[in-house]
């Protein structure tokens, strides 16, 4: 696997992993993660419920720092940077590496509001109006507000919500943008906008993304990671990757039995 | 269940006559009880402006802008009383509302350890507890003596500003201004950190995932998300510190003239007012304070109908 993984890389990577293992406190959520992510993709994380998938995603961002008991053994390299040293602020690393969370998230402020937030605390110098309005293009939500950028973000409809959070995290121009189950409250129509929306984003980024939905992940992502899951004696369970390649080679010719029955739909 | 009747289907099984009755009952108890609540308002106010009647029809709109307030004479207005009120009250707020504020940032983010932050919860909240009569006596032995070379201090070196125009008098109206501040700050702080707690965490992580660091989330997405929940918890202090009495009683010096604007002078509220005359009050004078009573009544109500558009007007959609 590891061979055509190589093979498979032609594009410089943003994330290394080295046999990451994450542990809230003594339990071990995630373990043996080697992994890498490759710029300009989509990469999308696919398993069971409580595979740790959603974890894995918000170490890259350290969101996962904000648990207290949460602690990680192994690396994480940023583009050959480690992550996770003790000289690295993460603040600093969450304006490179944004996120667009599973319930969309907007602030209780304008849409304009929403989108100068993050370019307002980055001490933005440049014509705000302007990148607002780019923003909202790369987020292909300013033809549905640009007459009522002044309402409220909250009073958008759910898929127009999300988009605003995308719009959002585009505007402080980060390198990644993690997705955790952007589609998961959306409606089809809303969601197919938003899978078309994540291939003009990967011009620009890179994007990972966790989904629930198989077909998303064979429609929209280059990469699929397959998460499983399994208990130790004591009941503890501990998500592990069983397979990790191009889309099409988990979909239509996985290596792994597991794998070949979760993308089948008979587990999971 | 299995039913013996034709109609099988639990569409149709009928309830039994007690089962509703009783729901009727129920139903017609509530309202009846929560009409009658809303009528007994009805009657306090008719009775005391109809007890008010003859010191409005003397006095008119006069009663608020006249600080002579005397028995022998008959004569009564409430200046010096409504100034005492929302001096005190505003001087409570000056100092509840910040520290009240800070209290509920600190105690609703993850600062302490659950097992100490838990304690200190329940002991902000147990300031509430404490009866107002031990706030006064408390006020008078201790923190009057404790203030007094703060006054001093204050009159001889800031004594050209009105407000720190003569020397204290021992209790006076910042003495009773402080102690309310204590009284309303478990209200602020209990009611903010609810606001802020029940602001979704989606929000913080939205504002933690754009790379704000813990204050910048704090000031610029829970505090605005959370304004509408502290700005009710402050009105309704408010409303506790303009109508607080015994304390205020206790330690305000009770004197029924305004020579300055000094808040180191003695002085007195419409409650304390009310409380100190209405056992030896008669003919006019019970009318009077009525009068004032209605002031009051006014007061809070204003303070009540504000908070109300406040809270509408910058209550966020979440």
């Known amino acids: ?29 995630v373990r043996d993660l080697s992994i890498d992510i490759a710029k300009n993709s989509i990469t999308a994380f696919i398993g069971p419920s409580g595979c740790g998938k959603s974890t894995v995603l918000r170490c890259f961002n350290r969101l996962n720092d904000l648990i207290k008991s949460f602690h990680i053994k192994g690396k994480i390299y940023y583009h050959d940077q480690d992550l996770y040293a003790s000289e690295i602020d993460p603040v600093e690393v969450r304006r490179q590496v944004g996120m667009v969370f599973q319930k969309p998230n907007p602030f209780p ?67 990644v943008i993690l997705m955790d189950e952007p ?39 280059d990469y699929t990671a397959f998460f499983n899951v399994e208990a130790n004696s004591k009941g503890q369970r501990t998500g592990y990757v069983v397979e990790y390649d191009r889309t099409e080679v988990i979909f239509q010719s996985p290596k792994e039995q597991a794998t070949q029955a979760y993308v089948s739909g008979r587990f999971g | 269940m299995a039913s013996t009747t034709d109609h099988s289907s639990p569409m149709n099984r009928k309830r039994s006559a007690t089962a509703r009755s009783i729901d009727n009952g129920f139903v017609w108890g509530t309202a009846a009880v929560a009409i009658a609540v809303g009528l007994l308002l009805v009657a306090i106010a008719l009775r005391v402006g109809t007890d008010a009647l003859p010191a ?25 009383q409504i ?38 919860v329940f002991l902000v909240e147990l300031l509430a507890a404490i009866p107002s009569v031990v706030y006064g006596l408390w006020g008078i032995f201790v923190l009057i003596p404790f203030l007094r070379p703060v006054g001093i201090w204050l009159n001889a070196n800031l004594g050209w500003i009105p407000l720190f125009s003569t020397a204290p008098a021992g209790p006076g109206i910042y003495a009773a201004g402080l102690v ?68 205020v009683t206790m330690l ?16 007195s509220t419409v409650s304390s007012l009310l409380a100190n005359q209405f ?39 979440l």
């Open chain 2, 83 to 120: 100034y005492g009120t929302l001096v005190t009250s505003f001087i409570a707020l000056l100092i509840a509302v910040p520290i009240g504020v800070g209290v509920a940032i600190f105690l609703s983010e993850d600062f302490l350890p659950p097992r100490i932050k838990q304690p200190i």
């Open chain 1, 109 to 175: 402020k304008s849409i304009y509001d929403n989108i100068a937030f993050g370019p307002r605390l980055l001490g933005y110098k440049g014509d705000m109006d302007e990148l607002v309005e780019q923003s909202l293009k790369q987020a292909a939500l300013w033809d549905d507000v640009k007459d009522k950028l002044k309402a409220f973000g909250t009073d958008l409809s759910g898929g127009q919500q999300q988009r605003l959070c995308i719009a959002r995290a585009v505007a402080v121009q980060p390198d």
């Open chain 1, 1 to 29: 696997m590891t061979s055509r993984l190589q093979s498979a890389r032609q594009t410089d990577s943003v994330f290394h992993t080295e046999d990451l293992n994450i542990y809230y406190g003594n339990f071990l959520a």
């Open chain 2, 56 to 80: 409005i029809q003397k006095f008119g709109l006069g009663f608020l802008v006249s600080n002579r307030w005397s028995v022998i004479d008959g004569a009564f207005g409430a200046l010096t």
């Open chain 2, 279 to 317: 056992a030896e009050a008669g003919g006019l004078q019970v009318s009077a304070l009525m009068y004032a009573a209605l002031v009051l009544f006014g007061l809070t109500l204003v303070v009540n109908v504000l908070a109300e558009i406040v809270v509408r007007r910058f209550s966020l959609k």
């Open chain 2, 252 to 267: 305000i010096g009770n004197s029924n003239t305004i020579d300055s604007f000094s808040i180191l002078s003695q002085g």
């Open chain 2, 180 to 247: 309310l501040a204590i009284m309303i700050l478990p209200i602020i702080a209990a009611i903010s950190r609810d606001a802020m707690v029940a602001v979704p965490a989606e929000l913080r992580q939205a504002a933690y995932g754009l790379g704000a660091t813990r204050w910048e989330t704090i000031f610029q997405i829970l505090l605005p998300a959370g304004f509408s929940g502290i700005a009710g918890g402050v009105m309704l202090a408010l409303g506790r510190a303009m109508g607080e009495t015994m304390a």
């Open chain 1, 183 to 221: 589609c998961s409250a959306l409606d089809p129509i809303s969601t197919l906008k938003v899978e078309d929306l994540l291939q003009e984003l990967k011009e620009k980024y890179t994007i990972m993304i966790v989904t629930h939905n198989m077909q998303q992940a064979s429609r929209a992502s």
